[in-house]
Nanobody, 117 residues
Framework: QVQLVESGGGLVQAGGSLRLSCVASGSTFTIGDMGWYRQAPGKRRELVAIFSSRGSAKYADSVKGRFTISRDNGKNTVYLQMDSTKSEDTAVYYC???????????WGLGTQVTVSS
């Protein structure tokens, strides 16, 4: 089993910055890709950014150039640096980890990010 615990959410003014962290524990050797999804009220959960096990990063078009994902494998942690935030970034942000051995990927409980305009 793997547990993903997010931290760093909160309230930020538009244009400001926030850094999210997600620490994995348990059977972390089963984790492949790690990343972030978000879900705004009334909307579907969407990919924000993902960092593959091979070291490449992928971003949603809406956050390219503003958000940066990074990963520290030694600390089993993935980060999301959010800069130049916009009101439309307001959502619950979920940490994600792919399960490379079995079906059933891993999810954190989420952390709220609110961007005030």
């Amino acid at each position: 089993q793997v547990q993903l615990v997010e931290s760093g959410g909160g309230l930020v003014q538009a244009g400001g910055s926030l850094r999210l962290s997600c620490v994995a524990s348990g059977s972390t050797f089963t984790i492949g890709d790690m990343g972030w999804y978000r879900q705004a009220p009334g909307k579907r959960r969407e990919l924000v950014a993902i960092f593959s096990s091979r070291g490449s990063a992928k971003y949603a078009d809406s956050v390219k150039g503003r958000f940066t994902i990074s990963r520290d494998n030694g600390k089993n942690t993935v980060y999301l640096q959010m800069d130049s935030t916009k009101s439309e970034d307001t959502a619950v942000y979920y940490c994600y980890g792919s399960n490379i051995y079995l079906s059933g990927d891993y999810w954190g409980l989420g952390t709220q990010v609110t961007v005030s305009s």
